[in-house]
């Protein structure tokens, strides 16, 4: 069992940057892919940026790409999403998510563990 809590959120102006943490419980961290989603007011989850637990490969959506980074610290059970150029668009709901196994997927239904989210948004 994997517990995931985020933090990080809050309000920023369009331009601006923050970083989101998710803090993850359990002893094998290391060996989980993880992922960030989030979801506005009215829409779908959708897929924001995934790291792998092997390689550290990542895998971006076209919205974020050149603007979000995807990082993970295996000696503190953390990953982080360090987000640049926000804009209005990005406000969100942004969740954490793990897999205990490779493959950076984009599909929300392909992660078992998931945290309760932490509100950005971006103010034009």
């Known amino acids: 069992q994997v517990q995931l809590v985020e933090s990080g959120g809050g309000l920023v102006q369009e331009g601006g940057s923050l970083r989101l943490s998710c803090a993850a419980s359990?002893?094998?961290?290391?060996?989980?892919?993880m992922g960030w989603f989030r979801q506005a007011p009215g829409k779908e989850r959708e897929f924001v940026a995934a790291?792998?637990?092997?390689?550290?490969?990542?895998n971006y959506a076209d919205s974020v790409k050149g603007r979000f980074t995807i990082s993970r610290d295996n000696a503190k059970n953390t990953a982080y999403l360090q987000m640049n150029s926000l804009r209005s668009e990005d406000t969100a709901a942004y969740y954490c998510?793990?897999?205990?196994?490779?493959?950076?997927?984009?599909?929300?239904?392909?992660?078992?563990?998931w945290g309760r989210g932490t509100q950005v948004t971006v103010s034009s």
């Open positions: 359990g002893r094998t961290f290391s060996t989980y892919t």
């Open positions: 790291i792998s637990w092997m390689l550290g490969s990542t």
């Open positions: 998510a793990a897999r205990p196994r490779g493959g950076v997927s984009t599909t929300p239904s392909e992660y078992d563990y």
